[in-house]
């Protein structure tokens, strides 16, 4: 009879420890949940079920199998949440923040606000004398895409109240810097430009790309030179029906083959600053 006691006693520990192990290893589970994913977005087929779990392991108090099994789903289930936890994304897509402070220190309005890519980001650093001598605020960032321009529009253009805004963009749009886009879909964003400037009682002058035949950052892109015709000529065409100003730089820069003049840029795309010169000398007898 002793040893049936002992033998009970000891049995009954064993399912009280392994209770309380179960338990240990749930707890310190539901901490990393908490801890780890408390700023993260779970799929919410995964969120569902991991709640489900918990509850059923709560309610299920006594019966280790049970308990195993639950603990064992929790598991494969936190490790499902880990592959579609997504962290909360903090990037700045269209990049507001590159001209906030210049944005906040502008007293007076400029004349003109030059929207842009790289190219326009790189003419005000091989020639920042030019934007101030004329009272012009350089507003390009390198690599963007057209998406991206029409989105700060209001913060970089609107919100200075200039008389001019001068719109170059498209070049990275046919990289593919963000992805593919028809180029039906790169001209209408310049549009919404347009009609967004107008709107604002501020003119839009349109510029035709540089004539690229290349994107050296892209080499896979085999057709740069047709698409960015076809671009301008939408360009074009839609400032002579809404009577729009247009430099060319396209025409300005072009060599005898049509693409960009070999002494005006070193890949096709960036103008140096004898390329640049040449389209300041074109842009300032349209902004007059």
């Not at 490790?79 to 997504?86: E, M, V, Y």
């Not at 989105?151 to 810097?177: E, S």
Request: with cysteine.
């Amino acid at each position: 009879m002793e040893d049936t006691g002992n033998d009970q006693y000891r049995v009954a520990a064993t399912h009280s420890f392994k209770l309380c192990f179960l338990d240990i290893v749930a707890i310190i589970i539901l901490q990393m949940i908490i801890d780890h994913y408390k700023d993260k977005h779970f799929h919410p087929f995964v969120r569902g079920n991991l709640l489900l779990l918990i509850f059923l392991y709560l309610w299920d108090t006594n019966t280790i199998t049970m308990k195993q099994t639950l603990l064992s789903l929790l598991v494969v289930l936190c490790c499902a949440a880990t592959l579609s936890a997504q962290d909360l994304p903090d990037r700045d897509w269209a990049n507001f923040g590159r001209y906030a402070a210049a944005n906040a220190a502008v007293t007076s309005a400029p004349k003109a606000v030059l929207m842009g890519d790289s190219i326009t980001d790189g003419w005000y650093r091989a020639d920042e004398a030019f934007f101030r001598d004329n009272n012009f605020a350089g507003r390009g960032i390198s690599g963007q895409v057209s998406a991206q321009m029409l989105v700060r529009f209001r913060r970089d253009v609107i919100d200075l109240h200039p008389k001019y805004v001068v719109i170059l963009a498209g070049i990275n749009d046919i990289a593919r810097n963000d992805g593919y886009i028809a180029l039906e879909n790169t001209f209408a964003n310049i549009v919404s430009m347009c009609e967004l400037a107008r709107a604002n009682k501020i003119k839009p002058v349109l510029c035709t790309l540089v004539p690229s035949d290349r994107v050296a950052w892209r080499p896979a892109i085999t057709d740069t030179r047709a698409q960015v015709e076809r671009l301008n000529a939408m360009i074009k065409d839609y400032a002579r029906k809404h009577h729009y100003k247009v430099v060319d730089y396209a025409t300005l820069l072009a060599g005898d083959n049509g693409a960009t003049r070999a002494d005006l840029s070193h890949d096709s795309v960036h103008p140096n600053l004898q390329g640049y010169k040449m389209m300041e000398e074109a842009l300032l007898k349209v902004v007059r």
